[in-house]
């Protein structure tokens, strides 16, 4: 695929801004997210370790007034055997003591002491019980102090007291409130130690509280009787909305069963019913408690629903764990740590945080940020194309001179530029059209000078392209074709003059031609071929052969054909010449035959035999006689002087060596007589001659 110089130029240039406005867009954001997340946990952790501290000291508060009170008893400010001084010290240390609901007292003969802080949110707003939880009025001080006696422990008189602590009227008796039958007592009674209870309902309130109670008992560990002390969840929902991290966040407490114990949402974490009439626990509302799970509040309630689906997570917690948690179809940061005291509180505080709470600014900046990427890449765009305009305007301008002057071999005008590297560009292309019309008028000349050579060259030269084409031929090939089209293909040439085999009548074979091997990438010739012209049989000698290209495809096949008459007559002359010369060697060989077996006739007859050796080569012939008169069957293959030496007797070989040294050096003959040794051992005399024979250039 091709694309434009200026598409070239501007989209890669466009990517790169988009992509590195996208990149740092994307950074910003993400470093702000994690900077948040960051910020996030360090809030959530430091808001659960100071709601931890805030339960310490809250619930450290009953266990303080507990210790006093015990403390009272053994320095005998107060007895048990008189409750009236009780109950005024509990009154004492009831207004002395913030933030706690009630101070309680129980005998287990059925006396009962109370003192109970009445809330606000107690108050009647009318004039009948119904319309409120408590019948004080409001010029009354905001205690209800109630008593009952060992003669009727089930019912309960509630008083207002006076400035002085003392009771001063009476405003309501309860029925059915006997202590002992209360679930603080009775677990105070089971265990025999301090703790702690599940939340419930104050009397009649709306209002729900913890107790913390104490058995005490004698030296003898007889109960004496239970001390115990409310403290009301109201304080606790105040403080922990007071607490709120952001617009949307929510702080829960829930015990391990998954029961609210406190809230800072607005909702309740229960559920009320009012009732009119009275039953075994006199009240007008009725509270169902809710599951974290079942919070009226979305945030609570879903929050709550994914830490049960993780329930895992937070087995066996000891220390903060947070998490970030996709809920809602948002992000949402918690916090959860496990609340014991060792008393029979197991509590787990949960922060959760809305990541929308902290990324709407930095939404806000991340839009701000895009639209000024947005800016820039409009401006980055507008100037590459500018910038393109100005480096590919001059560069069509010269494209379009090249192309110009590629077709007409004109210089046409080019569009200035102030680039260097263009007007560098400009002036080699100047340079290389200078140099173009140089190589042109080289080639010009050349070619002229090949036309020439190949007009004046004895043999037909013929080229065909790869399609088979006939593209050039010279003088002597249209001398010998006659005039030829240049887009005639070999087998229009075969027809118009037909090539036979030599010497027959026989068509020759188009696909065995030369140029047809050629032109399939083959080096091919061919001289039995013969061509009618005019009635005449030319016999021709055919050469053809490829020119390929670097990759192996044929791009033309050259073919040399030439006229072979005279070639063909030089050949038959020869060819008589060799056949008589042929006779007259074979006729001197059958003379020399007979000539050697007349002299190895005369040798066996004359019992003469003859070695010869080769002074150069050391080779040696031996005639027949020789090898019969030295015991051999037959004549060795090849003789060696040592062979023959050994068939002497060791005083004759040096005599013979000599004999044979001294003839090579004086070029003279020499007689000697000497031994050799039959097969059978015995020895015999022979007369021998030595005759150098000398090569053409006198060496022996």
């Given at each position: 695929?091709?694309?434009?110089?200026?598409?070239?130029?501007?989209?890669?240039?466009?990517?790169?801004?988009?992509?590195?406005?996208?990149?740092?867009g994307y950074l910003s954001f993400r470093n702000s997210r994690a900077a948040t997340a960051d910020l996030t946990h360090q809030l959530i952790g430091t808001t659960l370790t100071q709601v931890t501290q805030q339960l310490d000291t809250y619930l450290a508060v009953p266990s303080q007034l507990s210790q006093r009170f015990l403390t009272a008893l053994e320095a005998d400010l107060i007895d048990l055997d008189d409750l009236d001084r009780v109950h005024r010290y509990l009154i004492l240390k009831q207004r002395q003591t913030s933030g706690i609901a009630t101070l309680l007292v129980g005998t287990p003969q059925g006396s009962f002491r109370t003192i109970h802080r009445v809330l606000p949110a107690e108050f009647a707003n009318g004039s009948t019980l119904l319309d409120g939880f408590t019948l004080l009025d409001e010029d009354d001080l905001p205690y209800e102090a109630g008593l009952s006696d060992p003669n009727r422990p089930s019912q309960l008189h509630l008083h207002t007291i006076d400035s002085s602590g003392r009771l001063v009227k009476r405003v309501q008796t309860l029925q059915n409130l006997d202590v002992r039958d209360r679930p603080w007592y009775r677990q105070a009674v089971r265990t025999g130690q301090s703790g702690w209870t599940e939340p419930f309902q104050i009397g009649a309130s709306p209002i729900l509280t913890l107790n913390y109670f104490t058995p005490i008992y004698d030296a003898e560990r007889s109960l004496l009787g239970v001390f115990s002390v409310n403290v009301s969840l109201d304080n606790l929902n105040e403080f922990l909305s007071n607490l709120k991290l952001s617009p949307n966040s929510e702080i829960f407490i829930t015990e391990a069963n998954g029961l609210l114990v406190a809230t800072s949402a607005t909702e309740a974490s229960y559920l009320t019913t009012y009732r009119s009439t009275n039953n075994a626990q006199p009240k007008r509302v009725e509270f169902r408690r809710l599951l974290a799970t079942d919070s009226r509040n979305a945030m609570v309630r879903s929050s709550a629903r994914y830490l049960a689906d993780n329930v895992g997570e937070l087995t066996n917690l000891t220390t903060i764990k947070q998490m970030v948690a996709q809920i809602d179809g948002e992000r949402r940061f918690l916090g959860v740590i496990p609340y014991q005291n060792g008393r029979g509180l197991d509590w787990r505080l949960v922060v959760v945080v809305p990541e929308a709470d902290f990324m709407g600014e930095i939404g806000t900046q991340t839009r701000r940020t895009l639209l000024l990427c947005l800016g820039l890449l409009l401006s980055s765009v507008g100037f590459g194309l500018w910038m393109t305009r100005q480096i590919a305007r001059p560069i069509l301008s010269l494209s379009q001179a090249m192309q110009g002057y590629a077709r007409d071999h004109l210089m046409p005008a080019i569009a200035p530029s102030r680039i260097q590297e263009i007007v560098a560009l400009r002036a080699h292309f100047e340079q290389l059209t200078a140099q173009l019309e140089r190589s042109f008028r080289s080639l010009q000349a050349s070619e002229r000078k090949f036309v020439k050579l190949l007009n004046n060259l004895p043999i037909g030269v013929s080229v065909f392209d790869a399609a088979g084409q006939l593209v050039l031929l010279n003088k002597q090939g249209a001398k010998l074709l006659g005039q030829v089209a240049a887009e005639e293909s070999p087998e229009t040439v075969l027809t118009k003059y037909p090539l036979h085999r030599a010497g027959t009548d026989t068509p020759y074979p188009s696909a065995e031609l030369p140029i047809t091997l050629a032109l399939q990438g083959l080096v091919a010739n061919a001289d039995d071929i013969e061509m009618r012209v005019n009635g005449q049989r030319i016999p021709l000698e055919i050469s053809a052969a490829p020119i390929l290209a670097a990759d192996g495809r044929?791009?033309?096949?050259?073919?040399?054909?030439?006229d072979i008459s005279h070639k063909q007559q030089a050949q038959a002359l020869q060819q008589h010449y060799h056949e008589n010369l042929t006779a007259q060697v074979q006729e001197r060989t059958l003379a020399l035959q007979a000539s050697e077996a007349e002299l190895q006739e005369a040798q066996r007859l004359a019992r003469v035999g003859s070695w010869e050796l080769d002074v150069a080569t050391g080779l040696m012939v031996w005639?027949?006689?020789?090898?019969r008169i030295l015991g051999y069957d037959r004549v060795p293959v090849s003789p060696t002087y040592a062979e023959l030496l050994s068939r002497l007797p060791a005083d004759d070989r040096q005599p013979l060596e000599a004999a044979v040294a001294a003839a090579i050096a004086s070029s003279q003959p020499y007689e000697l007589e000497h031994r050799i040794i039959c097969p059978d051992g015995s020895q015999r005399w022979c007369s021998a001659e030595v005759k150098p024979v000398a090569a053409p250039e006198n060496k022996p």
């Open positions: 695929m091709r694309i434009s110089l200026r598409a070239f130029l501007v989209v890669p240039f466009v990517l790169q801004i988009t992509s590195v406005t996208a990149l740092v044929v791009l033309y096949a050259v073919n040399i054909f030439q005639s027949a006689e020789l090898a």
